[in-house]
C-alpha cells in the first residue's frame, strides 16, 4: 500500500485530455512538500517529467502540466498521442517517514 | 553527457549479503545528494535510501533500515549500496538516482536515472 494513492490505469484516445491524481495526507502533500511527476516508458527507467507541483524540465512538451491542492496533486496531459503510453508516478517527501513517497503508478493506455 | 551506471546485482541467497556500486559521469558528484530507488517486478517505485552530498546525512526506508546501508566516495565519483540479510521481497531492479539539491529533506527529487541493476535474492 503507497503512501501516496493513485488510480492503477487511465486511458484516453489520441487529442483528447487525461488527468492523472495523486492523494497524500497531511504528512506529505498536505504538508506543504512538492509533488513530482516521473514518466516511465516501457522497459526505460523513470524520467522527470513534473518538478516542483508544476514546473516542466527543458525538453517536456507543454503538453504535461501539474497542479496540487490541499493534500492532493495531479498531472494532465492534452492533445494525447501514442507516445505517452507509459507508467506515471507521483513522487513527494513524507515528515513522519522522514523519507521520499512515491504513488503506486498509473498505467496511462492511449486507445 | 550525465551517466549514472549501475552494476554488482545478480542472484544471491535469503540471509545472504550484496554490494551495489553506481559509478557517475558529467557532473560534479560531490554536489548532490544521491539515492537508490527499487522496483520490484511488475511492481511501482520504492525510494530505498539516500545520502547528502558530503555523507553528514543518510535515510533509509523502513524496509531495509538495519539490513542496507548507504555510503559513497566523492573522490571516486562513486555510490554504494551495501545490502545485508537480504529477503525475497528485496528482490528488484535498483535504480542510482541524482538529487537536484545537495542535502536530504523535503526538497528531493530525482533528474537523471541510472538504468538499474538487477538483484534477484532466491535459494
Known amino acids: 500500500q503507497s503512501i501516496l494513492t493513485q488510480p492503477p490505469s487511465v486511458s484516453g484516445a489520441p487529442g483528447q485530455r487525461v488527468t492523472i491524481s495523486c492523494t497524500g495526507s497531511?504528512?506529505?502533500?498536505?504538508?506543504?512538500?512538492?509533488v513530482h511527476w516521473y514518466q516511465q516508458l516501457p522497459g526505460t527507467a523513470p524520467k522527470l517529467l513534473i518538478y516542483?507541483?508544476?514546473n516542466r524540465p527543458s525538453g517536456v512538451p507543454d503538453r504535461f502540466s501539474g497542479s496540487k491542492s490541499g493534500t492532493s496533486a495531479s498531472q494532465a496531459i492534452t492533445g494525447l498521442q501514442a507516445e505517452d503510453e507509459a507508467d506515471y508516478y507521483c513522487?513527494?517527501?513524507?515528515?513522519?517517514?522522514?523519507?521520499?513517497?512515491f504513488g503506486g503508478g498509473t498505467k496511462l493506455t492511449v486507445l | 553527457e550525465l551517466q549514472l551506471v549501475e552494476s554488482g546485482g545478480g542472484l544471491v541467497q535469503p540471509g545472504r549479503s550484496l554490494r551495489l556500486f553506481c559509478a557517475a559521469s558529467?557532473?560534479?558528484?560531490?554536489?548532490?545528494?544521491m539515492h537508490w530507488v527499487r522496483q520490484a517486478p511488475g511492481k511501482g517505485l520504492e525510494w530505498v535510501s539516500g545520502?547528502?552530498?558530503?555523507?553528514?546525512?543518510?535515510g533509509y526506508a523502513d524496509s531495509v533500515k538495519g539490513r542496507f546501508t548507504i555510503s559513497r566516495d566523492n573522490a571516486k565519483n562513486s555510490l554504494y549500496l551495501q545490502m545485508s540479510s537480504l529477503r525475497a521481497e528485496d528482490t528488484a531492479l535498483y535504480y542510482c538516482?541524482?538529487?537536484?539539491?545537495?542535502?536530504?529533506?523535503?526538497?528531493?527529487?530525482?533528474?537523471?536515472w541510472g538504468q538499474g541493476t538487477l538483484v534477484t535474492v532466491s535459494s
Open positions: 545520502i547528502s552530498w558530503n555523507t553528514g546525512s543518510t
Open positions: 538516482a541524482k538529487d537536484v539539491d545537495d542535502q536530504l529533506g523535503g526538497m528531493d527529487y530525482f533528474d537523471y
Open positions: 497531511s504528512s506529505n502533500i498536505g504538508a506543504g512538500y512538492d
Open positions: 558529467g557532473f560534479t558528484f560531490d554536489d548532490y545528494a
Open positions: 513522487q513527494s517527501y513524507d515528515s513522519s517517514l522522514s523519507g521520499v513517497v
Open positions: 516542483g507541483n508544476n
